[in-house]
C-alpha cells in the first residue's frame, strides 16, 4: 500500500461495485508536509578552541561521529511517500533537523541525525497521527485510526458513507507515518512492515486486513459480512 497527504485530495473509486483497492495512485500532497518537514543542517562539527601546555592556543575540530544515526530510506519507502530520490534530498535539506542527507548510487536515500533530531523525528509521528484522527473525526463521530506503540498496526474504523478517495487518503497517510516512525527508531530499511485494518465503525468488526506488501482491497461482500 502507498501514503499520502494530510490536506485531503481525492483520487477516483475504484469501480461503480463500491470495490476499494489501496494501490499506488497519485495521492502524495502531504509528502512534502510530513517527512520532508525540517531539512539538514550541518552541525555535527564544532571548532573547540583549547590551551595546550605550552600556553598557545589552538583549534580542535571535535567530530562526534559515534553520535550519528543513519537512517535509510529503500525504494520501498520511497514509493509510498510519493517522492523521488531526488524531491526527497531536496526537501529534507531545506531546514534544520538531520545532519546531512543524500542519495545513494542504488537510488535508495540516507538520513544522518543525532540523537536529539532522532526523538523530534519519532515524537513527530505520534503528533501528526493524533492530528491525522482528529481530521478523520470530523467525517463521522465514530471514526478513528488507532496504532499500536510500535507503529508496526493500524485500525482504521469508517462506514461506506465515507467516500473511498478519502478513505484512501487517512489509510496511506497513517501508513506513511508508521513506516517513517519504523525508520526513525532504529528499524532496518528493508524490515519495516504496516499492518492494515479496517473495521466497521458500526459494528465495530472487521472487514478486511492488509499490509505494506499486499494491497489491501475490499468490496460490497465484505462490507455486509462486518454488519
Given at each position: ?19 476499494r ?9 502531504l ?16 571548532n573547540?578552541?583549547?590551551i ?111 467516500p473511498?478517495d ?13 513506516a ?9 530499511s ?8 479496517v ?29
Amino acid at each position: 500500500m502507498k501514503i499520502l497527504g494530510m490536506k485531503i485530495q481525492t483520487g477516483r473509486q475504484v469501480n461503480k461495485k463500491m470495490r476499494r483497492t489501496y494501490r499506488n495512485k497519485t495521492i502524495v500532497l502531504l509528502m512534502a508536509i510530513v517527512i520532508m518537514i525540517a531539512g539538514c543542517g550541518k552541525e555535527q562539527i564544532q571548532n573547540i578552541e583549547n590551551i595546550n601546555n605550552d600556553g598557545k592556543t589552538e583549534k580542535t575540530i571535535q567530530n562526534s561521529e559515534e553520535e550519528i544515526i543513519k537512517v535509510d530510506f529503500s525504494q520501498k519507502f520511497l514509493n509510498i511517500s510519493g517522492k523521488s530520490a531526488e524531491e526527497t534530498v531536496e526537501e529534507i535539506k531545506n531546514g534544520g533537523n538531520c545532519l546531512d542527507i543524500y542519495e545513494n548510487e542504488d537510488g535508495t536515500v540516507t538520513v544522518d541525525i543525532n540523537k536529539k533530531q532522532q526523538e523530534y523525528w519519532m515524537d513527530s509521528r505520534g503528533t501528526m497521527m493524533e492530528e491525522l484522527q482528529e481530521q478523520l473525526q470530523e467525517y463521522g463521530q465514530n471514526y478513528r485510526l488507532e496504532h499500536n506503540d510500535s507503529f508496526t498496526e493500524v485500525n482504521a474504523y469508517y462506514n461506506l458513507e465515507l467516500p473511498a478517495d478519502k478513505a484512501i487518503v487517512y489509510v496511506r497517510y497513517a501508513e506513511f507515518l508508521c513506516a517513517s516512525y519504523q525508520l526513525f527508531s532504529g528499524v532496518n530499511s528493508d524490515e519495516w512492515k504496516v499492518v492494515i485494518n479496517v473495521y466497521n465503525s458500526d459494528t465495530g468488526k472487521l472487514v478486511k486486513t492488509g499490509d505494506s506488501d499486499v494491497d489491501l482491497t475490499y468490496d460490497n461482500s465484505d462490507w455486509e459480512a462486518s454488519k
